[in-house]
């Protein structure tokens, strides 16, 4: 398994994690809890992608 496109993918869906309570409104500054919180979950939902479609 190649880690750079592992770490690209969590890197990415990290970002989208942490900007979707922006865009919701949840987290006007993207500084709070929600963002975290989000790219905690798009990150981990971007290492478990990669690892599912075995890249």
Same mark, same amino acid.
């Given at each position: 398994?190649? &880690?750079?496109?592992?770490? %690209?993918?969590?890197?990415?869906?990290?970002? %989208?994690?942490?900007?979707?309570?922006? %865009?919701?409104?949840?987290?006007?500054? $993207? =500084?709070? $809890?929600?963002?975290?919180?989000?790219? =905690?979950?798009?990150? =981990?939902?971007?290492?478990?992608?990669?690892? &599912?479609?075995?890249?």
């Amino acid at each position: 398994m190649n &880690k750079g496109v592992i770490t %690209l993918m969590a890197g990415i869906f990290g970002t %989208l994690g942490a900007y979707i309570p922006v %865009l919701a409104g949840w987290d006007p500054t $993207g =500084l709070g $809890g929600p963002s975290i919180f989000g790219g =905690l979950v798009g990150g =981990l939902f971007g290492i478990w992608l990669a690892v &599912k479609i075995r890249v």
